[in-house]
């Protein structure tokens, strides 16, 4: 017959047997589940649990509730951190993934809102950005002012996909409802870069009023080290 284990560990364990096969992120699961333990506690019970099989590593302070991996660990990382919101690929995963570059870059960069930091998680890389919260809205705005700020990473001869990329997402411009963007984390050469395409497209914006009323979340010297 089973027993229920009530100590610190069978806790855990608990936690572990009703959430099978997802994300055990330990900075998360003690926030909202463990709190009542101190941090060097759980660390030294997760330790154990992994060694027991219960738990697969991903990277540091994160896991898997299972003794294995799975094969499409990368869509369960994903799913948990951008919680089916509008995936925002950063900088050269964006190139990779509108066809502009080739070579797939080793980390995988993606804009989260959470209050996580940087992370380097599997095979990505969180970056933490406000701005994302807008991104569900206005999708497009976005991923032309993440390539426009990303040009500088384009060969020369890759210039003629990186300029077919912007005029398509231009094209989805135009059809996109224009609200108040609320965040500004771009430099401002970003913003008239991208007020100069769509003017040129003869598509009506506000891109640069949005970067005068936008409130400045990073420093220039901060965001190139994205």
């Not at 060694?51 to 509730?65: A, C, E, T, W």
Request: with cysteine; aromatic share 12%.
């Amino acid at each position: 017959m089973f027993m229920e284990d009530n100590s610190n560990i069978g806790q855990i364990r608990h936690y572990c047997r009703y959430h099978p096969k997802t994300i055990f992120d330990i900075a998360q699961i003690w926030r909202s589940e463990f709190s009542f333990l101190d941090q060097s506690s759980f660390r030294k019970y997760v330790s154990r649990l992994v060694k027991d099989g219960v738990l697969s590593s991903i990277s540091k302070g994160v896991y898997f509730v299972d003794d294995e991996l799975p094969s499409n660990i990368h869509e369960i990382i994903l799913q948990h951190y951008c919680g089916g919101c509008p995936i925002f690929y950063a900088k050269e995963s964006l190139l990779y993934i509108e066809g502009i570059i080739s070579e797939k870059p080793i980390l995988t960069k993606v804009y989260l809102p959470w209050d996580l930091g940087n992370r380097t998680i599997g095979g990505f890389y969180f970056i933490q950005n406000d701005s994302v919260l807008d991104f569900q809205y206005m999708p497009e705005r976005l991923t032309l002012l993440e390539l426009m700020d990303s040009e500088k990473l384009v060969d020369e001869d890759d210039l003629g996909l990186f300029g077919k990329a912007v005029l398509s997402h231009c094209e989805k411009f135009k059809n996109e409802r224009q609200i108040p963007h609320r965040k500004t984390t771009y430099p401002r050469i970003t913003y008239i870069k991208l007020a100069k395409v769509l003017d040129k497209c003869h598509i009506s914006n506000s891109v640069m009023n949005d970067y005068e009323n936008g409130s400045k979340l990073l420093s220039d010297k901060e965001l190139s080290g994205i």
